[in-house]
C-alpha cells in the first residue's frame, strides 16, 4: 500500500547537522497523499522507539520538547517527500530514525501505535 525509504543518516560531529529525507509511493499514498500525517521517530540502542516530529499535508507540525529549536520538518506534496532537517546535533541524537506515515484524521499522533507503515531506518551518529 505505502512505501517509506528513508535516507541521509550518516556520522557528523556535535554541532553539525544532517537533513534526513523519506520518500513515499504507492498507489494509495500518490491517490491519497493529502490524508496521511507522517513523522518521524528514533531508536537508540538499548532504549524504546521515541516520537521526534509529524507533519500533515497541510504543513502543520508537532515537535517533541528534546528538538524544538533544532530540528525542523518538511514536506513537499509534489515528490510526496518528507524531511528532517536537523541542526546542532548532540551525542544524545544518535539513534536509528525511522520515517512513519498513517491515514487518520485530527491531530498529529506522537504515539508509535497510531502509524500503520514504516521505512527501514537510516542511522544517525553523532561525535563528541
Known amino acids: 500500500q505505502v512505501q517509506l525509504v528513508e535516507s541521509g543518516g550518516g556520522l557528523v560531529q556535535a554541532g553539525g547537522s544532517l537533513r534526513l529525507a523519506c520518500a513515499a509511493s504507492g498507489r494509495t499514498f500518490s491517490s491519497y497523499a493529502y490524508g496521511y500525517h507522517m513523522a518521524w521517530f528514533r531508536q537508540a540502542p538499548g532504549k524504546e522507539r521515541e516520537f521526534v516530529a509529524a507533519i500533515k499535508f497541510s504543513t502543520s507540525t508537532r515537535y517533541a520538547d528534546s528538538v524544538k529549536g533544532r530540528f525542523t520538518i518538511a514536506r513537499d506534496n509534489v515528490k510526496n517527500t518528507m524531511y528532517l532537517q536537523m541542526n546542532n546535533l548532540q551525542p544524545d541524537d544518535s539513534a536509528v530514525y525511522y520515517c512513519?506515515?498513517?491515514?487518520?484524521?485530527?491531530?498529529?499522533?506522537?504515539?508509535?501505535?497510531?502509524?500503520?507503515?514504516w521505512g527501514q531506518g537510516t542511522q544517525v551518529s553523532v561525535s563528541s
Open positions: 512513519a506515515a498513517n491515514q487518520r484524521a485530527g491531530d498529529l499522533s506522537g504515539r508509535m501505535t497510531d502509524y500503520d507503515f
